[in-house]
């Protein structure tokens, strides 16, 4: 899954190549282009053709045939079925997935693609460069732009410092990445060579296991009984909780074949189904999976049929449930929102969508996609001119350097180190895991300023147990610094719950007590990071905690020091804090991150 979205957009990109596969006359015919890509593919498949033996750069050079192709294409008035049907066959002769999801994935990405593809003035040695290792001078459109700071200058900072022992604690109810399957069928095939499995229609098992009734751990999402299950569970003690925060991902993993219709259908049932439960305020954040297609987030210069306002009409209209009614108009601009919680406390809700790497729209202009981070600024000395504290939400972490676009993450960190006596904390998801990043100050970079929390995802996709989590925060009290002061990590051991048919959700962990930690601070947790470095117990417990208590291979050197610099890191494509040595480089760092991602 990791691979498969990328893989989809370099395919649809390199299979314009087939069109100018051998001479520049090759604009003429598309068959006859297949019958030599059927011939290249069969010699690779067989070994009579090697990629060496195509030369070093071959995917470079067609890439840019491909691309330069593309463009005369569109003049001409070729259509985008006829570039899909070759771009189906290919996906289908290089094996980039079954034959079943090829069709239905290229009939899902074309339109958005191509027509990102067709608005691009770029030149094709720009573009081969995104998708292309060492192809050429990308196009970077993470670099072009910077947000405006106010004049007012940052007051002092005064190092936070933990409550008071009795003093008020809130205690936050924390739910990410639910990724729920409404065609999930027990007995299934979980491991069926598909992106996602565990349904009526994935391709038949040859033998092992099947689909568990509760969950499965391989290549399955969550089925809807399990996340009522969960929220009965919540529902009992949800007199608990001050409130709740839902970082987004309700969709399932069936991304080659999600309509618009799906997807509101989803988020209408998961909704409803949150609201027989909880009645407590809930405040929402959108992930990448809601999209149709997936991370599909046009900025608000794309106007018609093209428009993202489909799903954002029905955010406002469901969101609106639990935020007040003056935050529509900015969900169905962005789909992000500013509400005061308490007095002196404001939550604001952001879209990472608009740093997402996986958006191709935002290769048209990356520039503050609806003026969000401008708007986060306003919404930041409107807070720090007041005496607020504010906690963000969202979904994917800035410092994902897999996922997030630099430019904007790299002014997302410069507006957390100016507002850093206003910010208190952040909680994001989308990674499936349970982690953090630290912030540092700008200057002095040994100096931590602050912490993004990472929470676990309710779905099992992939090797996971479900679980949610429960934060406690400095309390509704004048001088409140409203800072994480300890969180509780709760989990279903699915293996358990599918023998027995009982699920249980249990406590899995205390941080503080887990940990050894006397407070919470950003300082806190930097000398936590130190530690993981040299005491080995230490590390091995936050691993196990890392993959909600079901670890399924040991980490090496290399994933040691990857994850360390992960939790280091809260900008993305930024080096700085890493510690590499000629054994572990940046790009091994990288390659890493790549390899172990799930979402």
Known sequence: ???????????????????????????SNVMADMEKLDSLAKGIEDGRVSEMG??????????????????????????QDEIAAVVTRLCILFNVEDKRVCTYAVKEFKHELLTVIDKLALSPTEVCGLVVSDCGSPYDPTTFWNITLPDKPKPPVTPPQPPKPGSNVSRVLFLSDVHVDLQYKPGANADCGEPLC?????????GGATAGKWGDYRYCDTPLW??????????????????AIWTGDIP???????????????????????????????????????????????PPFITGKDSISWLYDALADTWTHWTPIDTKHNIEKGAYYSVLIQ???????????????????????????????????????????????????????????????????????????????????????????????????????????NVLYIGPSVTTYQYLNPGYRVYEIDGNYTGSSRMVVNHQTYIMNLTDANLTDKPQWQLEYDAKDAYGMSSMTPADWDKFVQKLETDDKLFQL???????????????????SALICDLKTGRSDDPSMCTTTAGLTWQDVQNYRTANRMC
């Open 226 to 243: 399990t996340l009522e299950n969960l929220l009965q569970h919540l529902a009992e003690k949800q007199s608990q909780f001050d409130y």
């Open 1 to 27: 899954m990791a691979y498969f979205l990328m893989s989809m957009g370099s395919a649809l990109v390199c299979a314009l190549l087939l069109l100018v596969s051998v001479t520049s006359t090759a604009h």
């Open 542 to 560: 936050f691993y196990r905690y890392y993959y909600k208590s079901h670890l399924t291979q040991p980490c090496d050197q290399k994933c040691r």
């Open 54 to 79: 195509l030369g070093l750069s071959w995917k470079c050079t067609l890439c840019k045939m491909g691309m330069a192709v593309v463009q005369d294409l569109f003049a001409s008035n070729k259509s």
């Open 198 to 206: 565990c349904r009526p229609d994935s391709p038949k098992s040859k």
């Open 343 to 449: 007095p002196g406390f404001r939550l604001i809700s952001i879209n990472t969508n608009y740093c997402n790497r996986g958006n191709w729209w935002l290769l048209l202009n990356t520039t503050d996609p609806a003026d969000q981070l401008q708007w986060l600024i306003t919404q930041l000395q409107y807070a720090e001119d007041n005496g607020e504290k504010v906690h963000i939400i969202g979904h994917i972490p800035p410092g994902d350097g897999d996922s997030c676009f630099k430019a904007w993450s790299w002014n997302y960190y410069k507006i957390i180190d100016r507002y850093e006596s206003t910010v208190a904390a952040q909680f994001f998801g989308h990674t499936h895991r349970d982690h953090f990043e630290l912030f540092y100050d700008m200057k002095n970079r040994t100096r931590p300023t």
């Open 252 to 298: 399932a993993h069936n991304v080659w074949n999600q309509s618009r219709a799906d997807q509101l259908n989803v988020l209408k049932n998961v909704s409803d189904t949150v609201l027989k439960y909880l009645n407590i305020p809930i405040y929402p954040a959108l992930g990448n999976h809601e999209g149709a297609p997936v991370n599909s987030f046009p």
